[in-house]
């Protein structure tokens, strides 16, 4: 269970497990939420249930069945008729499909599953990757969504979240310490790994004397582009170039600025490319960023964007974020500075100490044991566990 959109939106978790696991054999069906629908050139009044079969987001040969229930395409009206649509798949799914556990990563519909599962005698599992709340833009809903998201915490079989922080986070709201675990994000070893990086960087007119900051992913107001555009409009430093890959709510904005101060040929917007293609982009950077605001949003947890930069041997600029700080300490490739107007200052001193190479060697060392093999037999074995306790306790 999700309330954004399996298909549109970038790689997360769930769709690494969800891939990995049928990869494995187990039938996957996944009920999703079109979240940008308004962005459709096309609007309609109401979507129809569609059914998506064979879908493979991260690993060739997986295949997930997505199901996007209909709602309503109005602001405001779409969420509410999501609570009737998704109740009404779910329990279809229950009747159809059968599951041996459901998993939820939203905050309507996994309360809705969570209900739905307590009266079938079906496992539920509360996963959190994100605090969801704090993403929602109208304030006053955020409250509400909390307290939803306590009560699925309470009644979850089992919580899972993908770091330290985020642990710590959803016991404080509500998740029993004893049945609260930790199953971080993983990397792909066999994608990303050493690639050439000579094709990205000349069809985008990158010099082999170029020093690059990338980033990649979904580009938010807070994630401190803005900043670090403007940073390094005041360097003298032509060779210094920020190359990013993504879309997203300030992506207009950083045009903008491209514009406005003559950096056409030093800030590179290459927009949404496809997954299969990232490694390529990472390979020819020279640093990673994760500039990000500290914010409520982004303190508590540790994007998965991060494993796959240090997997590559990459050097990673983070603005210190508690989450990302108790993941990687402070001597494991990852330099951080208090502001995402430090980052392009931070960025010379490497490059003028030249230690990129042993600080991205650091870093590919400490995300080697985070293999999404290894992850997935985590999150399988926890599954089978938690089907197992439900079957005893419905046994006796």
Request: charged share 30%; net charge neutral; no cysteine.
């Given at each position: 269970?999700?309330?954004?959109?399996?298909?549109?939106?970038?790689?997360?978790?769930?769709?690494?497990?969800?891939?990995?696991?049928?990869?494995?054999?187990?039938?996957?069906?996944?009920?999703?939420?079109?979240?940008?629908?308004?962005?459709k050139r096309k609007k309609k009044l109401f979507s129809r249930r569609q059914v998506f079969s064979g879908v493979s987001k991260t690993r060739k040969g997986a295949s997930v069945t997505l199901i996007r229930p209909g709602i309503v395409k109005i602001p405001c009206l779409d969420y509410i008729s999501l609570?009737?649509?998704?109740?009404?798949?779910?329990?279809?799914?229950?009747?159809?499909?059968?599951?041996?556990?459901?998993?939820?990563?939203?905050?309507?519909?996994?309360?809705?599953?969570?209900?739905?599962?307590?009266r079938n005698n079906i496992p539920f599992v509360c996963y959190w990757i994100d605090v969801l709340h704090t993403l929602i833009p109208f304030k006053p809903f955020q409250s509400m969504a909390k307290l939803v998201e306590g009560k699925t915490l309470k009644h979850a079989d089992r919580v899972?979240?993908?770091?330290?922080?985020?642990?710590t986070f959803v016991i404080k709201i509500g998740a029993n310490p004893e049945r609260t675990s930790v199953v971080r994000g993983g990397v792909d070893f066999a994608q990303f790994g050493q690639i050439s990086h000579n094709k990205v960087r000349i069809q985008h007119g990158i010099e082999k004397d170029d020093i690059v900051l990338?980033?990649?992913?979904?580009?938010?107001?807070?994630?401190?582009?803005?900043?670090?555009?403007?940073?390094?409009?005041?360097?003298?430093?032509?060779?210094?170039?920020?190359?990013?890959v993504g879309e997203g709510d300030a992506f207009n904005e950083l045009q903008k600025i491209r514009e406005r101060h003559n950096l056409q040929n030093r800030v590179i917007l290459a927009g949404k490319k496809p997954y299969q293609e990232i490694p390529s982009f990472i390979a020819a950077s020279d640093i990673c960023l994760l500039?990000?605001?500290?914010?409520?949003?982004?303190?508590?947890?540790?994007?998965?964007?991060?494993?796959?930069?240090?997997?590559?041997?990459?050097?990673?600029?983070?603005?210190?974020?508690?989450?990302?700080?108790?993941?990687f300490?402070?001597?494991?490739?990852?330099?951080?500075?208090?502001?995402?107007?430090?980052?392009?200052?931070?960025?010379?001193?490497?490059?003028?100490?030249?230690?990129?190479?042993?600080?991205?060697?650091?870093?590919?060392?400490f995300v080697?044991?985070?293999?999404?093999?290894?992850?997935?037999?985590?999150?399988e074995n926890i599954l089978k566990e938690v089907i197992k306790e439900k079957q005893n306790e419905t046994a006796s």
């Open positions: 269970m999700q309330e954004t959109d399996w298909l549109k939106r970038n790689p997360a978790q769930q769709h690494h497990l969800a891939d990995n696991l049928s990869l494995r054999g187990h039938k996957v069906r996944v009920i999703d939420y079109e979240l940008l629908w308004w962005t609570i009737f649509s998704h109740k009404r798949e779910i329990e279809r799914q229950i009747s159809e499909f059968s599951p041996d556990v459901i998993i939820g990563f939203g905050i309507l519909n996994a309360y809705l599953a969570m209900k739905s599962s307590g899972l979240v993908i770091n330290e922080r985020l642990k990338f980033f990649m992913g979904w580009l938010y107001n807070f994630s401190g582009l803005r900043e670090v555009t403007l940073e390094l409009a005041k360097t003298k430093d032509s060779n210094l170039k920020l190359l990013i500039p990000a605001h500290n914010n409520e949003v982004m303190r508590h947890i540790v994007p998965i964007k991060l494993y796959e930069y240090m997997a590559m041997g990459k050097p990673v600029i983070s603005t210190r974020l508690p989450g990302v700080v108790k993941e300490a402070y001597d494991n490739g990852v330099v951080y500075v208090n502001r995402p107007e430090e980052v392009v200052k931070k960025a010379s001193e490497l490059i003028a100490n030249e230690n990129l190479d042993e600080l991205g060697a650091k870093a590919r060392r080697e044991k985070y293999s999404w093999d290894k992850i997935t037999d985590e999150f």
